[in-house]
């Protein structure tokens, strides 16, 4: 669709793909492990896909966070599907810290502190590698 950012492609680097969704980690700087599974096609609603491809996203979604508390050990998992920027299907998997930028708000909220952690080039590639594990359960 014109305009929309998820279907003009993707700009971060891809961990998972289907021919209906892709798992891409954002790997913000305050939150090393930050994933986003994004519909393919330009679907606004989770009501709006097939009963398959709901349990297709829920799956993906579960997998991620297994991986995520598996390989990161978070305090927290957030799992959000706002899309009011965006409105394309897409859900944010995000490892939470009690000493990380926000905690206990919103990432989106004012920022408590300012810590940076992301991964460099191999850790994010190591983890690209053991996610893909999680991924194809």
């Not at 598996?70 to 998997?93: M, R, V």
């Not at 810290?97 to 919103?106: E, I, T």
Request: with cysteine; hydrophobic share 35%.
């Amino acid at each position: 669709m014109s305009g929309c950012s998820l279907c003009s492609g993707c700009s971060y680097p891809i961990i998972w793909q289907t021919i209906n969704f892709r798992v891409v980690l954002i790997n913000d700087h305050a939150y090393p492990g930050y994933c986003r599974i994004e519909s393919i096609a330009h679907i606004k609603e989770m009501t709006d896909l097939t009963d398959a491809l709901q349990k297709e996203c829920l799956q993906l979604l579960l997998n991620i966070e297994k991986g995520l508390r598996k390989l990161l050990a978070p305090d927290k998992i957030n799992l959000a599907s706002l899309g009011n920027k965006t409105p394309h299907l897409h859900w944010h998997i995000i490892p939470r810290y009690k000493d990380d930028n926000h905690f206990p708000g919103a990432i989106w909220s004012a920022p408590k502190k300012n810590n940076s952690t992301e991964f460099n080039q191999k850790e994010e590639r190591d983890f690209i590698s053991k996610m893909k594990v999680f991924l194809s359960q």
